[in-house]
């Protein structure tokens, strides 16, 4: 597919600047929300009217544009909904009399690509796709094609979801997230179902030259079941079609979330591979939500470039052997499955 050179990101943790991983930040009243920066670029005027989706994603992505890339394609579920509720809740309030258009525009999914876009004066590609939790995915394929047509092209390609009000407790009524307190650092011990809430802002450069790569995203796999067996069919002939005769993954990256009732599927992928290979988990680190898979291309682009997981994401089989191959396996809300393969 194409090479990753720089990646940038903010999340829960701290991975944005002087990152660390060795420390495990906790979760607040069941919520893992992002470390935010200071935001060094972005105008205090400007700042103070951005919106929190538009705001980390802004974050992220600034360091990325500087590179001036040829376009920039984001993917994310939900935008910016709070200032979206905010905009609805104007309507009502002032009986569609004087509505504030800051909310509005801030709560479009496109604002971040198109914050970015206008702050680098970036005229070229710019686009966002808006498919739930497929929609890194979109974004990562049209990146793909893109660089086809246009192989010395460079292009942003990212990702962006935040905790908004709304979809909390749209999601806590629906049983996505745990009702019980529960610890990020515990998560895996929970035997309930649910998950713990989380948001974030990852970026990467992309292009097809190796040179001065930090990373290689292989391919990717994503598709809609709730059979199991179809999963694991799904697996085989994506490793089939995208490792040579005797080769294997080194580390299988779980998107293992806390939620009894998806465990049945991340087991089953787990002990179709090799019983040696190192697994490791990522979404205590994270939190779930759409587009958290983003968040495990970049650890795997950080685990391939350090040579090093942190010990708390290490499920069996810590190794101390070089990391070469990691595969993605990502499940939301036991529907919509995606396999990611990334290199060196």
């Known amino acids: ?12 943790q701290q991975t944005f600047q002087d ?25 205090p005027a400007l700042l103070r009217r951005m919106g929190k989706a538009v705001r980390i994603g802004v974050g992220a992505g600034l360091p990325l544009v500087k590179e001036n ?11 910016g909904m709070e200032d979206c509720i905010k905009f609805l809740d104007q309507i009502v309030e002032y009986n569609e009399g004087m509505l504030t ?6 709560s479009t999914n496109n604002a971040v690509a198109g914050q970015l876009g206008m702050m680098s004066r970036n005229t070229g590609y710019n686009t966002t796709h808006v498919h739930r939790a497929a929609a890194f995915e979109n974004a990562i394929m049209d990146v793909d094609m893109l660089l086809k047509e246009n192989p010395s092209n460079r292009y942003l390609l990212g990702a962006v979801d935040e905790i908004s009000s709304a979809n909390y407790n749209i999601e806590i009524l629906d049983g996505s997230y745990k009702k019980e307190p529960v610890s990020n650092k515990a998560l895996y011990d929970s035997a309930t179902a649910g998950s713990i ?14 040179q001065n790569a930090v990373a290689r995203l292989d391919a990717t796999q994503f598709f809609q079941a709730a059979d199991i067996n179809i999963v694991i069919d799904r697996l085989r002939h994506f490793l089939e079609r995208h490792l040579q005769p005797g080769e294997n993954i080194d580390v299988l990256l779980s998107g293992e979330n806390g939620d009894i009732r998806l465990q049945p599927f991340y087991d089953a992928v787990e002990n179709e591979l090799p019983q040696h290979i190192s697994v490791a988990r990522f979404k205590h680190m994270s939190g779930e939500y759409p587009t958290a898979v983003a968040f495990a291309c970049w650890l795997s682009a950080y685990i391939l470039q350090q040579q090093s997981i942190p010990q708390h994401a290490i499920k069996k089989n810590a190794s101390s052997e070089t990391v070469k191959k990691i595969l993605i ?15 060196r």
Do not use: W
């Open 1 to 12: 597919m194409f090479y990753i050179y720089q990646h940038s990101c903010i999340s829960p």
């Open 19 to 43: 990152i660390d991983l060795n420390i495990l930040n906790d979760a607040e009243e069941g919520k893992l929300k992002v470390v935010e920066t200071r935001y060094e670029g972005i105008a």
């Open 69 to 79: 890339p040829d376009g920039i394609i984001i993917g994310t579920a939900n935008g």
């Open 101 to 106: 258009p800051g909310n509005f525009v801030q």
């Open 197 to 210: 809430a989380g948001e974030g802002a990852v970026m990467f450069l992309a292009g097809i030259s190796p």
């Open 329 to 343: 396996y990502n499940n939301y809300k036991g529907l919509q499955h995606s396999f990611i393969l990334m290199s």
